[in-house]
């Protein structure tokens, strides 16, 4: 006989549940380590370590130079690790919950996204490196992240369907979906600033060379990312304040809004780090994964924030006897 626990959403899981809760939860960790990667392919210069797409310099195997062996392992983990967990995600979730929406069609999303990046990681490579490719790969690759956070939250927490009716008053959940946006901005602003070559025009923080709104391009370009950071930072510590506040929230909400304000305020001391420190590589490379794990965190909080405790997905929920 079916029985569910309240505030939880599955008690005693059955094996399958399990298993799509365990692969969920290394598919997201294998997708953030594979944008880590790639930062670091990308700020070390090595994007052109194998000028050809899908071969390295026409073979299988990269020669043993240090461009190429960091770009073609970039491309092996996309290839052979992240690919094939993200397919044996959706084939779980059509397998076994293919009535379950709020699981099916972010499987669909993330399998077009996937190959969306594919196409992109290739013409990245065969243009040369062109900055809007460059930056619109990292756009699907966050959003392709966001697809596999939300698999992973309904697979522990179940569909969202909003807290409304419990919490009428309660303005966190649609300040945390706000500020997914507002991440997601700051992230394609950043990109944008690599895209157009503006990293390193402005040596000095919080300003641009003691310039408040810089006249030439490239500093005010530098110069609005950090405006907006100022901005969507703002919005965000905010919205997650009332998250990590708030005594009745769920511990997991709890804990990810305390990460992402944590995380973001880290994430802003390592850019002007970065700058003070005139641009060392790791410095750069840490901005990028934080600026993703950042992300990662507020999607996670404001999934989470939107599932209602005690609703379950059909056949999913836990036994007794």
């Not at 073609?72 to 967990?85: D, E």
């Not at 996937?114 to 065969?126: E, N």
């Not at 310039?211 to 969507?232: Q, S």
């Not at 002007?272 to 840490?286: D, I, K, M, N």
């Amino acid at each position: 006989m079916a029985s569910t626990e309240p505030g939880s959403f599955l008690h005693d899981p059955h094996r399958t549940h399990r298993w799509l809760r365990s692969i969920s939860v290394i598919t997201v960790v294998a997708a953030f380590a594979l944008v880590v990667l790639g930062g670091v392919v990308r700020v070390t210069g090595s994007g052109l370590g194998c000028p050809d797409w899908p071969l390295c310099y026409g073979n299988v195997l990269p020669p043993l130079e240090f461009a190429a062996i960091l770009e073609y392992s970039h491309r092996f983990v996309a290839s052979v690790v992240v690919g094939p967990l993200i397919i044996a995600t959706c084939v779980t979730i059509w397998i076994s919950y293919r009535s379950e929406p709020w699981l099916t069609i972010p499987s669909i999303l993330a399998v077009i996204l996937l190959i969306g990046q594919a196409l992109l990681g290739g013409v990245t490579v065969l243009q040369e490196l062109p900055g809007e490719i460059v930056a619109a790969h990292l756009a699907v690759a966050e959003a392709l992240l966001a697809c596999l956070v939300l698999m992973a939250v309904v697979a522990f927490k179940g569909p969202l369907v909003g807290r409304e009716a419990d919490a009428p008053n309660d303005r966190f959940p649609a300040l945390a979906l706000w500020s997914v946006l507002a991440i997601y901005l700051l992230i394609l602003s950043g990109s944008f600033v690599t895209a157009t070559d503006s990293t390193r025009v402005c040596a000095t923080w919080p300003l641009c060379q003691g310039e408040v709104f810089p006249k030439d391009m490239e500093p005010a370009i530098n110069m609005g990312h950090r405006y907006v950071a100022l901005l969507a930072g703002l919005f965000v510590l905010y919205s997650v304040h009332l998250g990590f506040r708030g005594r009745q929230r769920p511990k997991d909400i709890r804990m990810l809004s305390m990460s992402v304000a944590a995380l973001l305020m880290i994430q802003v001391l390592v850019g002007a780090v970065a700058v003070w420190t005139q641009f060392p590589q790791w410095s750069l490379a840490l901005h990028l994964a934080l600026g993703s794990l950042v992300w990662i965190c507020m999607t996670g909080t404001a999934f989470a924030a939107a599932t209602r405790p005690g609703r379950l997905i059909p056949g999913i929920r836990g036994t007794s006897p």
